[in-house]
């Protein structure tokens, strides 16, 4: 498990660094979303639900983007973090909206849908972007 710990925040230091320097990271104020826009997100992903596996947790404002927190089994998210970059990214990326999906229409074209990749116990071990590796 210890092992598992350090590569994860290897991993979360090294593939997460473009994304904290862009404004997204830890450090930004998590707001929820006012309740109509929160149901749009939902019922967009009741309508494309995630991996049966995987599971939304939290959807909020973090900075000027919207976060999709997403758990994902801790045994995935080690295999994830295991596998080369790409990998990690078309899996994540499986989570964002399609580019022409409506939930983008709530949207600026300066703001993201962040998936926020979670290990069980609520470790992050990724962030990306869906604007710039969305599906």
Same mark, same amino acid.
């Given at each position: 498990?210890?092992?598992?710990?350090? +590569?994860? =925040?290897?991993?979360?230091?090294?593939?997460?660094?473009?994304?904290?320097?862009?404004? *997204?990271?830890?450090? =930004?104020?998590?707001? /929820?979303?006012?309740?109509?826009?929160?149901?749009? *997100?939902?019922?967009? #992903?009741?309508? =494309? /639900?995630?991996? /049966?596996?995987?599971?939304?947790?939290?959807? =909020?404002?973090?900075?000027?983007?919207?976060?999709?927190?997403?758990?994902?089994?801790?045994?995935?998210?080690? !295999?994830?973090?295991?596998?080369?970059? #790409?990998?990690? #990214?078309?899996?994540?990326? +499986?989570?964002? /909206?399609?580019?022409?999906?409506?939930?983008?229409?709530?949207?600026?074209?300066?703001?993201?849908?962040?998936?926020? !990749? +979670? +290990?069980?116990? !609520?470790?992050? *071990?990724?962030?990306?972007?869906?604007?710039? #590796? !969305?599906?």
């Amino acid at each position: 498990m210890r092992l598992l710990q350090a +590569t994860v =925040a290897a991993t979360v230091l090294v593939v997460a660094a473009p994304v904290l320097i862009s404004g *997204f990271g830890s450090a =930004a104020k998590v707001q /929820p979303l006012d309740l109509a826009m929160e149901d749009d *997100f939902r019922t967009h #992903y009741d309508q =494309a /639900p995630v991996r /049966p596996d995987w599971r939304i947790t939290r959807i =909020a404002w973090r900075g000027s983007n919207v976060e999709i927190r997403l758990a994902v089994p801790g045994h995935q998210a080690a !295999g994830l973090l295991k596998s080369p970059i #790409y990998v990690l #990214y078309k899996s994540l990326a +499986t989570v964002c /909206p399609a580019p022409d999906a409506a939930i983008w229409d709530l949207l600026t074209p300066d703001q993201d849908i962040v998936i926020r !990749g +979670t +290990t069980g116990n !609520g470790d992050v *071990f990724h962030d990306l972007s869906c604007r710039n #590796y !969305g599906a």
